[in-house]
């Protein structure tokens, strides 16, 4: 958020910015099908970026599509609807209707083709392609979502209520930063924490398997990764900007909810791996939230643990249908951001990750098995078959903690006391207490066979939470239904 000084003035001082924000998975594809269902992967069944991991696939289309909240707000709310920007890493596909499919519950619809471009992309319009080239004044995607966005709030009805999803790809590669933001902070780097360029002791073999210390072409790399994706920054900083502006010219801003977030965090050599994201640790699963509207108090920080799975029901909520109509996983915001007194909250969030990996080797890194993939740089894997996991993390007033396992043959668990150890550094699974370590389990495997409203029963560590061994097995033996990514 260090860039973007207008969004944290015109949104986060102007209501409330949430401390405690996650995603339940740290990959594109998975987290956007969770803020569009308002459900963790495990009931949308998108594990991975691609076709065959449902994303963006003919079953999603047909099952979860007609479902998500957009679609409810149109359908049944009577919202017109505006998207621009990254849908899913695989729209457009031709296997998968191409450009020509509509999702439901759009009103306009101003998608990109598969994954993050600045440049050189092609945008379905309602349905009809439009390519675009390297022109910065008609062609920088970023600008142009800007641009389609104010015009929509120009022509849209005055009659119907409105809700607009923009989505620009930015900071995501290529980080192609406009011209005038080319040169912008030049003398920033990737930050130095504690857990920066150093080895993953006691952690999954995957993290283990990173150089320490990193080279100096990979430090050069990511930290300027680093730069260019602040670089890019500037431009989505703009863009909040103009809509505010327009929204206030226009007499509505007053009357408006503005939401601010990401799909997943980033990690710039933290614990030796260069960049990426997809791993367990703070830095890949927390994200910003800044919201701003009517009902809202200024300068407000809300510690509460929430996840994008919360942001469907909460725009329901506004709307005035109820989430419990809904098969969501996710609870209303609005009580929060309204200052609801004495309010039972949750105290855990599940996350969930299915682990990608090539059947080959990798030609540019011989000497690795196959099973590995996003191998760069320096042949620094950043994943594979077995980085599938999944975990409880538990923010209460007593605890902050983060229990993993892994789905691999020796089931390999990461546990973290975050009080203590807010980096990450040091995995405690071997040395805390048993009975802790026998709760936090099955916590898990509660968590991670739940749907709706067992998604939000209490925690490990609340006061009303009881352990029934029946929700382990009540769907189908839990090994299978624990990582059930795999059986898609």
Same mark, same amino acid.
Request: aromatic share 12%.
């Given at each position: 958020?260090?860039?973007?000084?207008?969004?944290?003035?015109?949104?986060?001082?102007?209501?409330?910015?949430?401390? &405690?924000?996650?995603?339940?998975? @740290?990959?594109?594809?998975?987290?956007?099908?969770?803020?569009?269902?308002?459900?963790?992967?495990?009931?949308?069944?998108?594990?991975?970026?691609?076709?065959?991991?449902?994303?963006?696939?003919?079953?999603?289309?047909?099952?979860?599509?007609?479902?998500?909240?957009?679609?409810?707000?149109?359908?049944?709310?009577?919202?017109?609807?505006?998207?621009?920007?990254?849908?899913?890493?695989?729209?457009?596909?031709?296997?998968?209707?191409?450009?020509?499919?509509?999702?439901?519950?759009?009103?306009?619809?101003?998608?990109?083709?598969?994954? &993050?471009?600045?440049?050189?992309?092609?945008?379905?319009?309602?349905?009809?392609?439009?390519?675009?080239?390297?022109?910065? /004044?008609?062609?920088?995607?970023?600008?142009?979502?800007?641009?389609?966005?104010?015009?929509?709030?120009?022509?849209?009805?005055?009659?119907?209520?409105?809700?607009?999803? %923009? @989505?620009?790809?930015?900071?995501?590669?290529?980080?192609?930063?406009?011209?005038?933001?080319?040169?912008?902070?030049?003398?920033?780097?990737?930050?130095?924490?504690?857990?920066? $360029?150093?080895?993953?002791?006691?952690?999954?073999?995957?993290?283990?398997?990173?150089?320490?210390?990193?080279?100096?072409? /990979?430090?050069?790399?990511?930290?300027?990764?680093?730069?260019?994706?602040?670089?890019?920054?500037?431009?989505?900083?703009?863009?909040?900007?103009?809509? %505010?502006?327009?929204?206030?010219?226009?007499?509505?801003?007053?009357?408006?909810?503005?939401?601010?977030?990401?799909?997943?965090?980033?990690?710039?050599?933290?614990?030796?791996?260069?960049?990426?994201?997809?791993?367990?640790?703070?830095?890949?699963?927390?994200?910003?939230?800044?919201?701003?509207?009517?009902?809202?108090?200024?300068?407000?920080?809300?510690?509460?643990?929430?996840?994008?799975?919360?942001?469907?029901?909460?725009?329901?909520? %506004?709307?005035?249908?109820?989430?419990?109509?809904?098969?969501?996983?996710?609870?209303?915001?609005?009580?929060?951001?309204?200052?609801?007194?004495?309010?039972?909250?949750?105290?855990?969030?599940? *996350?969930?990750?299915?682990?990608?990996?090539?059947?080959?080797?990798?030609?540019?890194?011989?000497?690795?098995?196959?099973?590995?993939?996003?191998?760069?740089?320096?042949? *620094?894997?950043?994943?594979?078959?077995? $980085?599938?996991?999944?975990?409880?993390?538990?923010?209460?007033?007593?605890?902050?903690?983060?229990?993993?396992?892994?789905?691999?043959?020796? *089931?390999?668990?990461?546990?973290?006391?975050?009080?203590?150890?807010?980096?990450?550094?040091?995995?405690?699974?071997?040395? %805390?207490?048993?009975?802790?370590?026998?709760?936090?389990?099955?916590?898990?495997?509660?968590?991670?066979?739940?749907?709706?409203?067992?998604?939000?029963?209490?925690?490990?560590?609340?006061?009303?939470?009881?352990?029934?061994?029946?929700?382990?097995? /009540?769907?189908?033996?839990?090994?299978?239904?624990?990582?059930?990514?795999?059986?898609?």
């Amino acid at each position: 958020m260090t860039p973007l000084k207008k969004t944290k003035a015109l949104v986060g001082e102007m209501g409330m910015t949430f401390s &405690s924000a996650y995603v339940p998975s @740290a990959l594109c594809c998975p987290s956007r099908a969770s803020i569009l269902t308002g459900k963790y992967p495990h009931n949308h069944h998108v594990v991975n970026n691609t076709l065959e991991g449902n994303c963006s696939s003919r079953s999603w289309q047909k099952i979860q599509e007609p479902n998500t909240f957009p679609a409810i707000l149109r359908s049944a709310c009577g919202y017109q609807t505006f998207f621009a920007g990254k849908y899913l890493n695989e729209y457009g596909a031709p296997d998968a209707g191409g450009l020509e499919h509509v999702p439901l519950g759009w009103s306009y619809w101003y998608a990109l083709e598969k994954n &993050s471009k600045y440049y050189n992309y092609t945008l379905s319009i309602n349905g009809k392609a439009r390519k675009h080239g390297e022109n910065y /004044s008609v062609d920088y995607l970023t600008d142009v979502l800007a641009n389609v966005s104010l015009d929509f709030l120009d022509y849209k009805s005055n009659s119907e209520p409105f809700f607009m999803m %923009i @989505a620009p790809p930015a900071p995501h590669s290529p980080w192609t930063a406009a011209p005038q933001y080319q040169k912008a902070f030049q003398n920033v780097f990737a930050p130095r924490s504690k857990n920066f $360029n150093v080895h993953g002791t006691n952690k999954h073999w995957l993290i283990r398997q990173a150089k320490t210390p990193m080279t100096n072409s /990979s430090i050069q790399f990511l930290d300027s990764a680093f730069r260019k994706r602040w670089q890019t920054l500037l431009s989505v900083d703009d863009l909040v900007e103009k809509l %505010i502006k327009r929204l206030a010219s226009t007499g509505e801003l007053n009357n408006t909810y503005v939401f601010y977030t990401s799909d997943n965090g980033y990690h710039t050599g933290q614990f030796s791996l260069p960049i990426d994201k997809r791993q367990l640790y703070e830095f890949d699963i927390k994200v910003p939230l800044l919201v701003r509207g009517p009902g809202i108090k200024p300068n407000q920080t809300s510690k509460m643990l929430v996840a994008n799975i919360d942001l469907g029901p909460t725009i329901l909520d %506004i709307a005035g249908y109820s989430p419990n109509r809904t098969q969501m996983d996710g609870m209303s915001l609005l009580p929060i951001l309204r200052g609801a007194s004495n309010l039972t909250w949750r105290s855990d969030v599940l *996350v969930e990750y299915q682990g990608e990996g090539r059947n080959v080797t990798d030609p540019t890194c011989p000497t690795l098995s196959p099973g590995v993939s996003q191998c760069f740089p320096d042949c *620094v894997c950043e994943d594979a078959y077995n $980085n599938t996991y999944a975990c409880v993390r538990t923010v209460s007033s007593a605890w902050d903690l983060q229990y993993c396992e892994f789905d691999d043959q020796e *089931v390999f668990v990461e546990v973290y006391n975050l009080t203590a150890d807010p980096e990450q550094l040091t995995n405690i699974a071997k040395s %805390i207490d048993p009975e802790l370590l026998g709760k936090m389990n099955y916590r898990l495997m509660m968590l991670q066979s739940c749907a709706g409203p067992s998604c939000r029963s209490p925690g490990a560590f609340d006061p009303g939470y009881r352990f029934d061994p029946r929700l382990m097995f /009540s769907r189908g033996g839990f090994r299978t239904r624990r990582f059930s990514g795999r059986l898609l």
